[in-house]
């Protein structure tokens, strides 16, 4: 098979100028001259037939063309970093620092990561549980999983799930739906002040006077209050499940509330392009919240759910 192919410099130096904005800044990264990394430019920008950039008196402004070029780059770089490192391992010890909110590690996280790990034995995982994003510095860390709107300025961010929010009471409380909740029952998260304006609103009520009688920092603080009798709380659907699970908390059935915030992976702006276990790690994060969104909603239908072979992992691992 005959490959249409630009040789593979040309396209590390395309990929490097557009991530970090100048022809200087990527040779730095290569290792290489500014002055040979605008040749390969030149040269890819020659064969192609198209400007993959404007040149500006400082910097670069990536082209229409040259966006539409570069995510299939990215994606093929990507790609062929993870099935490098997955079929032929780390060379030596490798360490992945992930920064995460604490709600996250706890109540999802931690109970899949030995998968990850057992998989891959050659890795060192250093598991960072924030409350706050400042925790780590982000140049120490590898993997960052925030929870908000997806405009932080410092990264870009890749939206990895947007669970739908769900009102969990204990077991044997006597709350049915919104009208059963006073201020003392509401337990309110700090971050996500508008849920209960939203859930009273769908309800055609107004949000009880004096607010809620309970704030706390995150979620795994919250389910455990409910789960010790105490009120009620929304709380992220896939949070609730592991309480769920054991018979901690009980969802109120019918009481769905959309989420305008959700979790993403973020790459600070200001790092080179990832390593090959970073990509490999958020390949098989992003697998494992996709496997499970489309095992619920199949259930949700009364249909078996269809796995997608997993991207992530030597062969040996999949099926």
């Given at each position: 098979?005959?490959?249409?192919?630009?040789?593979?410099?040309?396209?590390?130096?395309?990929?490097?100028?557009?991530?970090?904005?100048?022809?200087?800044?990527?040779?730095?990264?290569?290792?290489?001259?500014?002055?040979?990394?605008?040749?390969?430019?030149?040269?890819?920008?020659?064969?192609?037939?198209?400007?993959?950039?404007?040149?500006?008196?400082?910097?670069?402004?990536?082209?229409?063309?040259?966006?539409?070029?570069?995510?299939?780059?990215?994606?093929?770089?990507?790609?062929?970093?993870?099935?490098?490192?997955?079929?032929?391992?780390?060379?030596?010890?490798?360490?992945?620092?992930?920064?995460?909110?604490?709600?996250?590690?706890?109540?999802?996280?931690?109970?899949?990561?030995?998968?990850?790990?057992?998989?891959?034995?050659?890795?060192?995982?250093?598991?960072?549980?924030?409350i706050?994003?400042?925790?780590l510095?982000?140049?120490?860390?590898?993997?960052?999983?925030?929870?908000?709107?997806?405009?932080?300025?410092?990264?870009?961010?890749?939206?990895?799930?947007?669970?739908?929010?769900v009102?969990?009471?204990?077991?044997?409380?006597r709350?049915?739906?919104?009208?059963?909740?006073?201020?003392?029952?509401?337990?309110?998260?700090?971050?996500?002040?508008?849920?209960?304006?939203?859930?009273f609103?769908?309800?055609g009520?107004?949000?009880?006077?004096?607010?809620?009688?309970i704030?706390?920092?995150?979620?795994?603080?919250?389910?455990?209050?409910?789960?010790?009798?105490?009120?009620?709380?929304?709380v992220?659907?896939?949070?609730?499940?592991?309480?769920?699970?054991?018979?901690?908390?009980?969802?109120v059935?019918?009481?769905?509330?959309?989420?305008?915030?959700?979790?993403?992976?973020?790459?600070?702006?200001?790092?080179?392009?990832?390593r090959?276990?970073?990509?490999?790690?958020?390949d098989?994060?992003?697998?494992?919240?996709?496997?499970?969104?489309?095992?619920?909603?199949?259930?949700?239908?009364?249909?078996?759910?269809?796995?997608?072979?997993?991207?992530?992992?030597?062969?040996?691992?999949?099926?």
């Amino acid at each position: 098979m005959s490959y249409h192919l630009p040789p593979l410099p040309w396209l590390r130096a395309f990929e490097a100028a557009a991530r970090r904005g100048s022809f200087a800044a990527a040779a730095n990264e290569l290792a290489l001259t500014s002055a040979a990394v605008s040749y390969q430019v030149r040269a890819l920008e020659s064969q192609l037939g198209y400007p993959l950039f404007e040149r500006l008196a400082r910097g670069l402004r990536v082209t229409d063309m040259g966006k539409a070029y570069l995510i299939p780059v990215r994606q093929a770089f990507s790609e062929l970093s993870i099935s490098t490192l997955s079929i032929f391992g780390p060379e030596g010890e490798t360490t992945l620092n992930i920064r995460v909110p604490v709600s996250f590690a706890v109540l999802w996280l931690t109970p899949r990561l030995s998968e990850f790990a057992k998989a891959h034995p050659g890795f060192r995982i250093r598991l960072f549980s924030a409350i706050w994003a400042d925790a780590l510095p982000a140049d120490k860390t590898d993997v960052d999983i925030r929870f908000g709107h997806g405009n932080w300025p410092d990264a870009s961010a890749q939206l990895l799930v947007n669970d739908p929010i769900v009102l969990v009471t204990a077991p044997g409380s006597r709350i049915k739906g919104p009208r059963d909740i006073g201020p003392a029952e509401m337990i309110q998260i700090m971050g996500v002040e508008s849920d209960w304006l939203r859930l009273f609103e769908s309800a055609g009520m107004a949000l009880p006077a004096g607010g809620a009688g309970i704030i706390v920092d995150t979620s795994l603080a919250a389910l455990e209050l409910v789960a010790s009798g105490h009120g009620a709380a929304l709380v992220l659907s896939r949070f609730a499940a592991a309480y769920e699970a054991n018979g901690r908390v009980r969802r109120v059935p019918g009481i769905v509330v959309p989420q305008d915030q959700s979790h993403y992976l973020l790459t600070p702006n200001s790092l080179d392009a990832p390593r090959a276990e970073v990509l490999l790690f958020a390949d098989w994060l992003r697998q494992k919240l996709q496997d499970e969104t489309s095992q619920a909603i199949s259930q949700s239908n009364g249909k078996p759910a269809l796995r997608r072979r997993s991207s992530y992992g030597p062969p040996s691992h999949g099926k």
